[in-house]
């Protein structure tokens, strides 16, 4: 009873015994010097170029331009500012991220997949698919993909026709664009329909199965709903769906879609040099799961599908993901290597052109370093919080 | 634990103390000094306080003067291109040659009168303002056409004008396209970061033409471009297109447009506020100039020694001390004749008849015989 009235000395909550409070103001005067040091470089760089006599601050984001880019998702003509330049370029290379991301996850999901197939042919073809490009610098693929592949191909007049209305040659793929008639709505809203009931379905699934253990295929219900609605809309709407025909005019392809080849080689070698990667990545997800896990699964009587999807995939992610997080930020900022192709990207048309024509490189670097770090921290803390739902949660 | 924290303070007060030491003045510094008292103006760094400073300043006044600084390094520093036959190109041997690369030599060889002390920074058309603003290069002796933006905002200064040219367009014969309307929605290689790319923005536009650019980083990845057709048209300066025809496999399958576009003065840079540096790189190419106008060439030049002619004995550092008022040695004109010739000597053996360009001589003539080449007058 003694011994617990006696209570231990209150802690200090602002004395330096306290380990809270020293933690804070390590931390406090750590943000202070680094600050300190920001601040001189700036102001130094500040007074270097006044005293040089060059021109500094960002008010040439408001100049016109004056020069034109051959790709822009928006409406820029040469009296558009060097504000509107930044926007092209930053567009330019987060399209070729998004797609190349995209394409890269596919292919190597894929190739990863088949490398460990069964199939002696397809397992190789994997390995060789794998060793190829994983071991080429990415500069000289693109190279390939530019100047070997899309520079080979023929000039406007003599252009592929690989379909209808499809156009490959020398400057680009051409593509008819498709533009709506009325009943158009009809179309997109049969496929919403069928994507909303599919939602429906699959809610209704898992609860029957957690009740009552038996299972409801709404995943091929849905897809089979997702090409019956739209194609019965349709149909009965009389095909609202036109495109636009192409036509060679004078020098060049007038309407359609242009690919220009900058974009799809540089597309194309980003991904496939990525997937090379992303496969290996996977392969080894897959691998790590121990084999017991698949005996013990085949034991319940779980289908290979199910196996595949309950027991494999969802302890292979937990050690898929944090590599390819960092696959994903390298394709970011390869992209940067477009300015080699003459792609209009950000370093291309904003780091380069820009710099050139205002001179003013302090600004206009630390606006694109600014914007790349940015786009790799968003990318980083977007799967950070994928992961922390792959993570295993302890029961 | 209190140990370690005495140490950190301490730490941190000397880092505090640096700081404050070595930080440039800030802008406006002098300006406050001024107006304090004239008798602090005269001191401008009190020596008492700031040791330190006082050693950084002295350092930044003779880096300020780039022909110390030059002299004292013993070579030149020149920034010239990539490779652009005519102008600046490194032959098989690693040797530079080109009217770029001999306005260079002119500078060396009024300096040192030995035109080999020269360092050659080859640069793209990107990293060429960064390289002169930086102090990388000593002078920019590089194809660059001087404008208003480029003499304003970018913290230079051009001396002269070492060749004047125009932009224009280089086409397959095979095309059918003869003259520059025949470009209307014609695809467009070019190198980027350059002043063509506004110029045919210029141009296409005031005649509602539609065009598409292809831009790219490096000389030869245009032209490559070009050649295999990802393009109409190639556009730079003139001397330029006559330049890249060569490189090209069947230089006769294609056709310089008889249209010039712009002007384009390519002139030679220095950085802004050395005045000296400015009239000795300014001066070397007029020596060129007037030893054109004066009849001397390399091969003449001793035997012009005996003279009679006044401003010809000037002009050699014979009766004058021309050369120590540019802060040089009082033949450097000799010097820049003698290891380099005059302009017309060397426009012919790099762009003219002795050379494979053949361009002829039209703006880049003398004065005399109606061309803009005009040497001020050295007295």
Known sequence: MVMKEQKAPRPVMFGWSNPKFRGVIYQLLVVLCLGAVIWVMAATAVENLHRLGIASGFGFLNQPSGFSIIMSLIPYSEQSTYGDVFIVGLLNTLLVAVIGIVLALIIGFTVGIARLSGNWLVARLAAIYVETLRNIPLLLQLFFWYIGVLRAMPKPAASLEPLPGFFINNRGIVLPSPYEASGFWWFSGAIVLALLIGAGLRIVAHRRQKETGQVFLWIRISVLLLIVLPLIAFVLKGAPLHFELVVLSGLNFKGGVHLIPEFVALTLGLATYTASFIAEIVRSGIESVARGQREAAQALGLTKSQTLRHVIVPQSMRVIIPPLTSQILNLMKNSSLAVAIGYPDLVSVFAGTVLNQTGQAVEVIAITMAVYLVLSLIASSFMGWFNTRYAIVER | ?379
């Open chain 2, 1 to 379: 634990m209190r140990n370690r924290f005495t140490v950190l303070i301490i730490g941190i007060l000397i880092g505090a103390a640096l700081i404050y030491f070595l930080r440039p003045n800030p802008p406006g510094w002098e300006a406050a000094q001024t107006g304090a008292s004239s008798s602090i103006v005269s001191v401008t760094t009190p020596t008492a306080t700031a040791p330190a400073a006082t050693g950084a300043a002295t350092a930044t006044a003779a880096a300020d003067s780039t022909l110390a600084a030059v002299k004292a390094r013993g070579y030149l520093k020149c920034g010239v291109s990539q490779g652009l036959p005519g102008f600046s190109n490194a032959d098989d041997k690693g040797q530079w040659a080109g009217i770029d690369v001999d306005t260079c030599r002119a500078i060396a060889a009024a300096i040192f009168g030995d035109i080999s002390k020269i360092r050659y920074s080859p640069l793209s058309a990107k990293e060429r303002f960064t390289a002169l603003q930086s102090g990388e290069i000593d002078v920019l002796t590089r194809n660059t056409t001087l404008t208003l933006t480029r003499d304003t905002s970018l913290g230079f200064d051009f001396t002269a004008v070492n060749y004047f040219d125009g932009q224009g367009f280089l086409v397959k014969k095979e095309s059918g396209i003869t003259d520059a309307a025949g470009l209307n929605g014609a695809t467009i290689c070019l190198q980027t970061g350059t002043t063509t790319e506004l110029n045919v923005a210029d141009y296409f536009r005031t005649r509602n033409m539609t065009y598409q650019i292809v831009a790219f980083d490096r000389n030869d990845e245009t032209l490559s471009a070009y050649e295999q057709g990802r393009c109409d048209a190639l556009t730079t300066d003139a001397s330029g297109l006559y330049a890249e025809r060569l490189e090209l496999k069947d230089p006769s399958a294609h056709i310089i447009l008889p249209e010039l576009i712009s002007k384009e003065p390519l002139a030679v840079a220095v950085r802004q506020g050395d005045d000296q540096w400015e009239d000795v790189v300014r001066w070397s190419f007029y020596a060129m100039l007037d030893a054109e106008e004066f009849g001397l060439t390399s091969a003449n030049v001793d035997d012009a020694k005996s003279t009679p002619s006044p401003e010809v004995r000037r002009f050699l550092g014979l009766d004058s001390n021309f050369g120590s008022m540019l802060g040089l040695s009082n033949d450097w004109a000799y010097n820049v004749v003698k290891l380099v010739g005059n302009y017309g000597e060397i426009f012919e053996r790099n762009v003219g008849k002795e050379s494979q360009l053949g361009i002829p001589r039209g703006l880049n003539a003398q004065w005399k015989r109606g061309g803009l080449m005009y040497g001020m007058p050295i007295r």
